[in-house]
């Protein structure tokens, strides 16, 4: 009978054990657009005045929680080069996340990897337009492809979907 109420009593504490484990976990990370103290996360989108895939992007990340802020610019080059953007990544907008930069249409699930990892890099880049990616029109036609940047160079970081 004692063997009985050592394993129940054991089993009490790794459930309590396991339950703040994943508490803690739902604190740090809201995984929403919203930091872990609950506030939104803000977004700046660089983009030109004529880009209309741009403001659909810009909604998505409103959708998703973001606090978006969008600062229209005529050169979009001065952008892509203050932040070091290889011409090959580079899309038609930029977003800026705290101190990362966010190249092209990415998915909200490359966002949240990247500002729950935290890697040692300048952002990252989904070049081109691809077709399914936020605020593009069209299915995904491929795995997209999302590229690390630090100090002007590209890295795979890792791909999704397709």
Do not use: W
């Not at 484990?21 to 872990?36: E, K, N, P, Q, R």
């Not at 403001?55 to 929680?65: N, P, R, T």
């Amino acid at each position: 009978m004692a063997g009985g109420k050592m394993i129940r009593k054991r089993n009490v504490i790794l459930g309590l054990f396991l339950f703040f484990i994943l508490i803690v976990a739902g604190c740090t990370s809201s995984g929403d657009g919203s930091s872990s103290n609950g506030a939104k996360v803000k977004a700046i989108v660089y983009k030109s005045q004529s880009c209309g895939c741009c403001g659909q992007y810009v909604e998505y990340l409103k959708s998703k929680g973001f606090e978006v802020e969008v600062k229209l610019t005529e050169n979009m080059d001065t952008i892509k080069n203050q932040y070091n953007i290889p011409v090959n990544m580079q899309s038609c907008h930029t977003t800026v996340i705290g101190k990362y930069f966010v190249e092209g249409h990415m998915p909200f699930e490359a966002i949240n990897k990247l500002l729950s990892e935290n890697p040692d890099i300048s952002g990252i880049a989904l070049p081109g337009m691809p077709s399914g990616s936020p605020g593009m029109p069209g299915p995904q036609a491929e795995p997209f492809m999302v590229y690390s940047i630090k100090d002007g160079v590209s890295t795979p970081y890792f791909t999704m979907g397709g």
